[in-house]
């Protein structure tokens, strides 16, 4: 609960980068009782979730999607260490404290990495020198991470999934701050195993980890030898399981997450009756918007203008004013927002994703100011809610 004052208030508005507020209609779903996973209803319920999955990622039947009952991270361990053997090389292209987990996860194999990180913090890797490093190593697989959410740098990823599309290696994008508000169009940026967690842009409680796998990304698991996947991330299990479902067979490996698998369900529906085009828009207007708020009040953007995130931004503070203190005020406002993961940089991060509007927009972007204000920094009030409303009232909204 978001306490202001001396009382609790149980309304509050999440402006972390996940988990987000939930749609009431989402949340009702988790309250279904006795739904057992080889029931009919379930069954059909989770043939239709895999097919929007599908549509949500712009992909047809002969990409395969799988839920896993897990957060995030399980799903980016399982989609690397399926695609590996002992001793085979990977690529990790790093913007930051998430894409640099890949190279902490991986380094519990016996595996090769190289990292590659953009000249500075707030940049993204050159395209041009992934497909330089991609030439000369002889990857298995490359790892990109979509929107780091620790630095809110946003990697493009076509041009180097474009390059590589017929080469063997594996290219493998972490989608968990970017699948559902990000543009991301599985086959045309050449992406062979994307996943996401449910809890951001996709609008559902944590607990469900999502992957989807190309044609290729298929094809190699059938071929490779052994991988090091351990036994519950094994993808060639789960992907037999999916298969079931669409067939509206009931199945069992291990108990899925049913009650999340419905509100999954529910929260695609709405997604798709949105629209993705219109969802990537309206999550471009208001990071537009939270930006222009924040450089009206002088503040600095962690990410550069040409590679921030549509759904969180990192904002850089003057050393005399304390992250936590400013976080922790405006917490104390009933907005939640989150501190800085990059060590030595004094920022903090808004995620504005998933369920968000243009209210929510101004309410942060106000209460940042009245935090701010108490905090002894000097500003005007009501310049930075200008910034944002003169973006907001220009697209319509
Ligand atoms: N990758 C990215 C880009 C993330 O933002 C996060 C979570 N913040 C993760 C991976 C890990 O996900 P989880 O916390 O659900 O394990």
């Known amino acids: 609960m978001a306490k202001r004052g001396d009382i609790m208030y149980e309304r509050r508005l999440v402006m972390v980068p996940?988990?987000?507020?939930?749609?009431?209609?989402?949340?009702?779903?988790?309250?279904?009782?006795?739904?057992?996973?080889?029931?009919?209803?379930?069954?059909?319920?989770?043939?239709?979730?895999?097919?929007?999955?599908?549509?949500?990622?712009?992909?047809?039947g002969e990409y395969q999607p799988v839920v896993i009952a897990g957060s995030g991270t399980l799903a980016m361990e399982a989609s690397v260490t399926n695609f590996l053997e002992r001793g085979g090389r990977a690529l990790i292209v790093s913007n930051g404290y998430f894409g640099d987990r890949f190279a902490e996860l991986l380094s519990n194999y016996d595996v090769h990495m190289d990292l590659l990180r953009p000249d500075k913090i707030g940049s993204q890797v050159n395209a041009s020198k992934v497909v330089e490093a991609a030439s000369k190593g002889n990857y298995d697989l490359i790892t990109l991470t979509h929107v780091d959410t620790s630095t809110g740098v946003l990697q493009s990823i076509r041009e180097i999934g474009k390059e590589l599309m017929?080469?063997?290696?594996?290219?493998?994008?972490?989608?968990?701050?970017?699948?559902?508000?990000?543009?991301?169009?599985?086959?045309?940026?050449?992406?062979?195993?994307?996943?996401?967690?449910?809890?951001?842009?996709?609008?559902?409680?944590p607990g469900l980890a999502l992957i989807w796998l190309?044609?290729?990304?298929?094809?190699?698991?059938?071929?490779?030898?052994?991988?090091?996947?351990?036994?519950?991330?094994?993808?060639?299990?789960?992907?037999?399981?999916?298969?079931?479902?669409?067939?509206?067979?009931?199945?069992?490996?291990?108990?899925p997450a049913v009650n999340l698998v419905v509100a999954l369900r529910k929260s695609l529906e709405l997604i798709l009756e949105e629209g993705m085009e219109k969802r990537y828009?309206?999550?471009?207007?208001?990071?537009?918007?939270?930006?222009?708020?924040?450089?009206?009040l002088n503040l600095q953007l962690l990410a550069d203008e040409s590679s921030a995130a549509h759904t969180i931004t990192a904002v850089k503070l003057p050393d005399a004013i304390s992250s936590s203190s400013l976080v922790d005020l405006v917490r104390s406002m009933g907005?939640?927002?989150?501190?800085?993961l990059i060590k030595d940089i004094n920022y903090f991060r808004v995620g504005h994703m998933g369920t968000v509007n243009a209210n929510d927009i101004?309410?942060?972007?106000?209460?940042?100011?009245?935090?701010?204000?108490?905090?002894?920094?000097?500003?005007?009030?009501?310049?930075?809610?200008?910034?944002?409303?003169?973006?907001?009232?220009?697209y319509g909204l």
């Open 18 to 60: 996940g988990p987000i507020n939930f749609d009431p209609r989402v949340l009702r779903e988790l309250a279904v009782e006795g739904l057992d996973h080889t029931s009919a209803e379930f069954v059909s319920s989770f043939a239709e979730t895999l097919s929007m999955l599908r549509k949500v990622v712009h992909v047809g």
């Open 166 to 205: 017929n080469e063997e290696t594996i290219i493998v994008v972490d989608g968990v701050c970017s699948v559902g508000g990000e543009e991301i169009k599985m086959a045309e940026d050449g992406i062979d195993v994307l996943f996401t967690g449910s809890q951001k842009a996709l609008g559902v409680p």
């Open 214 to 255: 190309s044609p290729k990304a298929l094809q190699k698991l059938r071929s490779i030898k052994r991988s090091i996947s351990p036994y519950y991330m094994n993808l060639s299990r789960w992907i037999s399981i999916m298969r079931s479902y669409e067939e509206k067979k009931p199945t069992y490996f291990g108990t």
């Open 281 to 296: 828009l309206r999550h471009k207007v208001l990071s537009e918007a939270f930006r222009n708020g924040m450089k009206a």
């Open 335 to 340: 907005v939640l927002i989150a501190k800085g």
């Open 362 to 394: 101004v309410a942060t972007v106000a209460a940042i100011e009245r935090a701010l204000t108490k905090l002894g920094y000097k500003m005007r009030f009501g310049d930075g809610v200008a910034g944002a409303q003169e973006i907001l009232h220009r």
